[in-house]
């Protein structure tokens, strides 16, 4: 599976539309480049519905929300729905700021993504309108499986998919579970390395024949060219790296160092 999506994407050059946030959108345009997709970032709310019913998937990103940029994705979510185009709702920032977790529940309710995208402490907010955490890294100390049970719990409520981001990335359909294993510290030391991460999401999404196997190509696509990138030299040359190893890994060094466990 890995290596055919990894192929298939290359060959077919799919248009992937991204609402996201100005820190990282360079980022995630860039990740798409790297991986065969053409990334559109489109967010006027003239413009969001039409390049989204064109699209072969789309990103909707929570990350530093604008009034202008809520409306835009609202209009792209519905037009999503009613043409059929699979979406990503990354949903940055709902563990601390209310305001992004109320609208990212009322679109979870109105219009169904294909993958919800999180890490653990935002996924847990999710599920639970008590839980709170700072900023919008997940809180240390999180156990895994209460992110295990709170993605399966959405997964199941929402129809739809699950990718809680961490240590170990896990995927869900809410029977379904997989641990993606793969990753460096490092990826901690740049900013937007989540928020590609829901990136290649979409652009796998766009080809894949399920939203499960989408959400784990690129949980295993970041986390390996991550490993691969590793360096010494600081967080600079990192950055640098990871992009040159998006472009040019291949599907056979995926397949061999792919590290899934599956429930």
Same mark, same amino acid.
């Given at each position: 599976?890995?290596?055919?999506?990894? !192929?298939?994407?290359?060959?077919?050059?799919?248009?992937?539309?991204? +609402?996201?946030? @100005? +820190?990282?959108?360079?980022?995630?345009?860039?990740?798409? =480049?790297?991986? *065969?997709?053409?990334?559109?970032?489109?967010?006027?709310? =003239?413009?969001?519905?039409?390049?989204?019913?064109?699209?072969?998937?789309?990103? =909707?990103?929570?990350?530093?929300?604008?009034?202008?940029?809520?409306?835009?994705?609202?209009?792209?979510?519905?037009?999503?729905?009613?043409?059929?185009? @699979?979406?990503?709702?990354?949903?940055?920032?709902?563990?601390? $700021?209310?305001?992004?977790?109320? &609208?990212?529940?009322?679109?979870? #309710?109105?219009?169904?993504?294909?993958? +919800?995208? *999180?890490?653990?402490?935002?996924?847990?907010?999710?599920?639970? @309108?008590? &839980?709170?955490?700072?900023?919008?890294?997940?809180?240390?100390?999180?156990?895994? !499986?209460?992110?295990?049970?709170?993605?399966?719990?959405? %997964?199941?409520?929402?129809?739809?998919?699950?990718?809680?981001?961490? #240590?170990?990335?896990?995927?869900?359909?809410?029977?379904?579970?997989?641990?993606?294993?793969?990753?460096?510290? #490092? $990826?901690?030391?740049?900013?937007?390395?989540?928020?590609? #991460?829901?990136?290649?999401?979409? %652009?796998?999404?766009?080809?894949?024949?399920?939203? $499960?196997?989408?959400?784990?190509?690129?949980?295993?696509? $970041?986390?390996?060219?991550?490993?691969?990138?590793?360096?010494?030299? *600081?967080?600079?040359?990192?950055?640098?790296?990871?992009?040159?190893?998006?472009?040019?890994?291949?599907?056979?060094?995926?397949?061999?160092?792919?590290?899934?466990? !599956?429930?």
């Amino acid at each position: 599976m890995i290596k055919k999506l990894h !192929e298939i994407l290359r060959e077919r050059h799919p248009l992937i539309h991204c +609402i996201t946030n @100005p +820190i990282s959108i360079n980022q995630c345009a860039n990740a798409i =480049l790297a991986v *065969g997709g053409r990334p559109m970032m489109a967010e006027h709310p =003239l413009e969001a519905p039409v390049i989204t019913a064109n699209a072969g998937a789309v990103l =909707l990103n929570l990350g530093n929300i604008t009034d202008v940029r809520m409306e835009s994705m609202r209009l792209s979510a519905e037009t999503a729905r009613e043409k059929h185009v @699979p979406y990503v709702l990354d949903v940055c920032g709902v563990a601390s $700021l209310p305001n992004r977790r109320e &609208y990212a529940l009322s679109l979870l #309710q109105e219009t169904m993504p294909s993958v +919800i995208k *999180g890490n653990y402490s935002e996924i847990l907010a999710l599920h639970d @309108p008590e &839980y709170y955490a700072s900023g919008v890294d997940a809180e240390d100390g999180v156990h895994e !499986e209460k992110v295990v049970s709170a993605a399966k719990v959405l %997964a199941q409520k929402y129809a739809t998919v699950v990718l809680a981001s961490g #240590q170990t990335d896990l995927i869900t359909d809410g029977k379904r579970l997989s641990r993606c294993k793969n990753g460096t510290p #490092q $990826l901690a030391t740049i900013t937007g390395t989540g928020c590609m #991460q829901g990136a290649l999401c979409a %652009a796998y999404l766009s080809v894949a024949e399920d939203a $499960l196997s989408a959400a784990v190509m690129a949980a295993v696509m $970041l986390g390996v060219c991550g490993q691969l990138a590793e360096t010494e030299k *600081g967080s600079g040359s990192f950055g640098v790296n990871l992009m040159d190893r998006l472009s040019t890994v291949t599907g056979e060094k995926l397949e061999e160092m792919k590290l899934l466990e !599956e429930d």
